[in-house]
């Protein structure tokens, strides 16, 4: 199948932050988003406002990890150190916490009533989001529990590990179900494609890797697809194109059937980020690539295909 040729065009920065960007997340609107990192800064960005932040929330440590619940406009703000704090940020009044942890808060994903939680210690915390209660911790490793993705259609939920390992878990058993095999470092990102057809994981090692859910997760591409980690990646709305943004401070769009690469964007070719590529948000909005950096910024990035 042949693509049209991909084009990119840097549209606007977002200044504000005063540390490193950790994580973006989608907000209430198509053209809102979150992002919060090293400064414990939480803050609403406006697509079609440039540079115009609104400071929800300020915490004492980093936040590595938000989500947020559309259902009861509530933005869950994994703090490091301090668990987790819910805040509504139409008023931006903290609505409930609770110290699950004193260990740092690497992902929070959401499915159905449950809300996953990936700590640094190793442990995944299954919350019952209607009740703000802990159901179950799933200790499957010692070491830090990196990254959670979700497939509905398979019911399944997949953690990468900082002991090379994706742990696959039964979502309404929670039992694991398999262990892969093939990374040689830190797993830091997992996104399962939009149809459920494949599982794709990156990390410390820089290697893109493929897995066929369909056929017991066999590996089906190994891609050296950057110069070091792998920090994020994510698939475009319509499940056409996976994005990469990695330590190398480039970010990388690859076709999502055949994952040939398509797009290098990066500072020499697209004033791209100085630093590491932390986070990759793409937006509904006008198909925009977010893009978060320690360099403090956020790039906004039109695709055009």
């Not at 529990?145 to 002991?163: K, L, N, T």
Request: glycine share 6%; with cysteine.
């Amino acid at each position: 199948m042949i693509h049209p040729k991909v084009t990119v065009q840097k549209i606007d920065t977002f200044s504000g932050h005063r540390d490193c960007v950790y994580t973006l997340q989608n907000a209430d609107a198509p053209s809102h988003f979150f992002s919060a990192g090293a400064d414990g800064m939480v803050v609403q960005w406006d697509l079609s406002r440039p540079d115009f932040g609104n400071l929800i929330a300020r915490v004492p440590a980093s936040v590595y990890a938000i989500a947020f619940d559309a259902a009861q406009n509530e933005l869950w703000v994994g703090q490091n150190l301090e668990g987790i704090q819910v805040i509504n940020p139409t008023t931006k009044q903290l609505v409930k916490s609770s110290k699950i942890t004193n260990a740092s808060i690497f992902d929070i994903q959401f499915l159905e009533n449950q809300a996953f939680v990936a700590l640094s210690d190793g442990v995944v915390v299954v919350m019952d989001m209607a009740h703000f209660a802990v159901k179950k911790h799933l200790k499957a490793s010692t070491q830090n529990a990196r990254c959670v993705a979700i497939c509905a259609a398979s019911r399944q939920i997949a953690v990468g590990y900082s002991d090379h390992f994706i742990r696959i878990f039964d979502a309404d058993t929670l039992q694991l179900q398999q262990v892969l095999s093939g990374h040689t470092n830190s797993v830091f990102t997992l996104q399962y494609a939009p149809d459920g057809r494949y599982l794709v994981s990156g990390g410390r090692d820089a290697h893109l890797k493929v897995w066929d859910v369909a056929h017991g997760y066999a590996l089906c591409h190994d891609i050296p697809a950057h110069l070091f980690a792998i920090n994020h990646l994510t698939y475009s709305p319509d499940g056409q194109y996976v994005a990469t943004g990695s330590m190398d401070k480039a970010i990388k769009i690859w076709n999502a059937d055949t994952f040939k690469l398509i797009k290098v964007i990066d500072r020499a070719r697209h004033a791209g980020h100085g630093t590491s590529v932390n986070k990759l948000l793409w937006s509904n909005f006008q198909n925009r690539l977010l893009s978060g950096s320690d360099d403090r910024l956020i790039s906004v990035w039109e695709i055009g295909v």
